[in-house]
C-alpha cells in the first residue's frame, strides 16, 4: 500500500509513458484531505446561492453526473434548500423537458466538468445560459455556479458570462476518479447536506485504506476483484437496494473506465434484475449495496441460492447517506487494486476519448457518411450467433428516455440472457455510454446493439450551426466508428415512431426462438 500512497505510478505501469500519465492523475488520492478543508467555504457558497433558488439544475457529464444523481436520491433537501436534478444528455427531448420545469429566474445551474472539454456539458452551458439571458438580462450570470480545475477553458467562459462562483476542482483527478471532487459535492451542499460530515466519512475511509492487510477495506475489495476477474468472473454484477440504487450505474462507470483495457478486464453490468442460478455462467461475480433499514427477502433469497450455487458475491451496508462518501473512496481505491492484478493502466482514458473525438470531427463536417443501419431482426440475429459463453451483450439506446422504452430494453437483455446466459447492460445514450463505454470499447468481449430513431423536433444551440438532435446523431456515429475501428461487433437498428413497441418485439423473437 505504501507505493499507491506515495504515487509510485511504476506500481501499475513500467513504461516511461504510462508513468508520466499515471502521475498526472493521483490526485484522488490526495481529495479527502482537501475536500474536509474546503467544506465550509463550499457549504458557504452553497447557502448563499440556494437561498433565493427554487431548483438546482446540474448540467455534467460522467461520474460527477452520476455521483450527483446518487446523493439527490440519498439526501432529500434540507428546510429551506431546492430541489436538485441532474442533465447529462444531448437528447433533445430530454433538454427541451428540462428547460420546461425551469423557471430561469428560479433556477440554479451548476455546471461541472474538470476541463470544461466534454461536449455535452459545454453545449448545455450554452443553451441554458442563453435562455436565462433571454429571460434576466445581464442578471444571467447570477443564476450560474461553475465546478472547473483551475485555469480551465471553462473557467475562461465562466469569468465572460460573469457568473455568480467558480469553484475550483481539486487537480489531477482523471473522470472515473472525479466523484468526490467540488464536481459533486457542489451539488451536495446545495442540497444542504453537511459536508463536513461527508468529508469526514471520506477521510476515514482513506486512512482504513492505508493498512497493509485484508483489513484494508479497500484493498479487499480490490483484490477479490482482480482475482475473481483473473479466475475468468470478470463480469462484476451490480444489485443495489432502495436508498442507494444510484451507486450501481456509478460502480458502472467506474469499473468500466478504470479497469477495462485492451479486450480485457473487469465488464460491470448495473440495472440487470437478480434471476435463478441456472440463467447465469461461471463469469459472475456479484455485489449487493444496499441501506441499513432495507428489507428485500425475495432479494435476499436469491443471492443466497447463487452462492449455494458457487457464484462469489461481496455485500455492503450503507447505514447512513453520510457513509456514501466512504463508499465511493473504497471504490475508487479497489478500482486501483485491482488495476494492478490485471495489469491494466486505470487513469488512461484514451479510448472513450477517441468516440468524444469522432463526434466532433462528425460535426465539424470532416468525417464520412453517417452509419448505417440494418434490418432488425436479422442484425440482432447475426450479433447473437457470434456471441459465445463468457460473453456480454449491450443495449446503447439513443432515444429519448420513456419508462415504456426503458422496460422494452429491460426485456430485450433478460430474452438475451435466457437464450445465451450471457451478462448484459443497457442504458439510454449518450449517458450509458458515458459509464460503460470504455467496456464497449475495450472491455471483455461482446457485442452492441446501438439503437437510434428518427429526427425530433429541432432543439437549436445558441451559436452553434447544428441543433442538439444532430449532435446526438454525430455522438452515436462516432461511438459506432470507434468501436468498429477496433474490431468489436456492432450493429445499428434504427426505429420508428414506437420504439417500446418495435424493442417488444426483438424481445419476443429472442424468447420465441429459445422456446422453440
Not at 427531448?93 to 474538470?114: G, I, N
Not at 451536495?188 to 492487510?213: K, T
Not at 480485457?264 to 440487470?272: D, I, L, N, S
Not at 445558441?462 to 462516432?478: E, I, K, N
Amino acid at each position: 500500500m505504501d507505493r499507491i500512497w506515495a504515487g509510485d505510478a511504476s506500481f501499475w505501469r513500467p513504461e516511461a509513458v504510462a508513468r508520466k500519465q499515471i502521475e498526472s492523475s493521483l490526485g484522488w488520492l490526495a481529495v479527502p484531505e482537501r475536500v474536509g478543508a474546503a467544506a465550509d467555504e463550499m457549504t458557504a457558497i452553497a447557502r448563499e446561492a440556494a437561498a433565493d433558488a427554487e431548483r438546482v439544475l446540474v448540467l455534467a457529464s460522467g461520474a460527477p453526473a452520476f455521483a450527483a444523481r446518487l446523493f439527490a436520491a440519498a439526501f432529500p433537501p434540507a428546510e429551506g434548500f431546492p430541489s436538485l436534478s441532474v442533465l447529462d444528455t444531448t437528447e433533445p427531448a430530454a433538454v427541451a423537458a428540462a428547460a420546461a420545469a425551469c423557471d430561469p429566474a428560479r433556477t440554479l445551474c451548476v455546471v461541472a466538468s474538470r476541463t470544461g472539454a466534454i461536449l455535452e456539458t459545454d453545449l448545455l452551458f450554452d443553451f441554458f445560459f442563453d435562455r436565462a439571458q433571454r429571460a434576466l438580462g445581464d442578471a444571467a450570470g447570477r443564476r450560474f455556479l461553475v465546478a472547473t480545475e483551475a485555469g480551465s477553458a471553462l473557467e475562461s467562459t465562466a469569468a465572460k458570462r460573469n457568473v455568480r462562483a467558480v469553484v475550483h476542482a481539486e487537480p489531477r483527478c482523471p473522470g472515473a476518479f472525479g466523484s468526490l471532487t467540488s464536481l459533486a459535492l457542489l451539488p451536495l451542499a446545495l442540497l444542504g447536506a453537511d459536508v463536513a460530515a461527508f468529508a469526514a466519512g471520506i477521510l476515514r475511509m482513506a486512512e482504513a485504506c492505508r493498512a497493509a492487510g485484508l483489513e484494508n477495506p479497500g484493498l479487499a475489495l480490490g483484490a477479490a476483484i482482480g482475482s475473481e476477474a483473473l479466475a475468468g468472473r470478470d463480469k462484476l454484477t451490480v444489485s443495489a437496494g432502495p436508498g442507494v440504487a444510484a451507486i450501481a450505474r456509478w460502480i458502472e462507470g467506474l469499473v468500466a473506465g478504470a479497469l477495462c483495457r485492451e479486450g480485457r478486464g473487469v465488464a460491470p453490468v448495473a440495472g440487470e434484475p437478480l434471476g435463478g442460478a441456472a440463467e447465469y455462467g461461471s463469469d459472475r461475480f456479484f455485489v449487493r449495496c444496499e441501506g441499513a433499514d432495507a428489507e428485500e427477502p425475495d432479494v435476499d433469497q436469491r443471492l443466497a441460492t447463487l452462492v449455494e450455487h458457487g457464484h462469489p458475491l461481496a455485500g455492503f451496508v450503507v447505514r447512513e447517506p453520510a457513509e456514501l462518501g466512504g463508499e465511493l473512496f473504497r471504490w475508487q481505491f479497489a478500482a486501483a487494486v485491482a488495476a494492478r492484478l490485471l495489469g491494466v493502466n486505470p487513469f488512461d482514458e484514451s479510448d472513450a476519448r477517441d468516440a468524444r473525438d469522432r463526434a466532433s470531427r462528425r460535426l465539424a463536417g470532416a468525417a464520412g457518411e453517417p452509419e448505417a443501419a440494418e434490418d432488425g431482426p436479422s442484425a440482432l440475429r447475426r450479433l447473437l450467433e457470434t456471441l459465445g459463453p463468457g460473453g456480454l451483450f449491450a443495449v446503447s439506446a439513443w432515444l429519448p428516455e420513456r419508462p415504456e422504452t426503458a422496460a422494452a430494453i429491460e426485456r430485450l437483455r433478460l430474452a438475451v440472457r435466457a437464450a445465451k446466459k450471457v451478462a448484459t447492460t443497457g442504458g439510454f445514450a449518450p449517458s450509458f455510454e458515458r459509464a460503460s463505454g470504455q467496456a464497449h470499447q475495450a472491455g471483455p468481449d461482446g457485442v452492441l446493439l446501438q439503437l437510434v430513431g428518427p429526427p425530433g423536433s429541432p432543439l437549436p444551440i445558441p451559436g452553434r450551426p447544428w441543433d442538439f438532435g444532430r449532435v446526438l446523431s454525430a455522438q452515436a456515429d462516432g461511438d459506432l466508428e470507434a468501436l468498429r475501428a477496433r474490431g468489436r461487433r456492432a450493429a445499428r437498428i434504427k426505429l420508428g415512431s414506437d420504439p417500446a413497441a418495435e424493442i417488444g418485439a426483438l424481445a419476443a423473437a429472442v424468447s420465441s426462438e429459445v422456446a422453440a
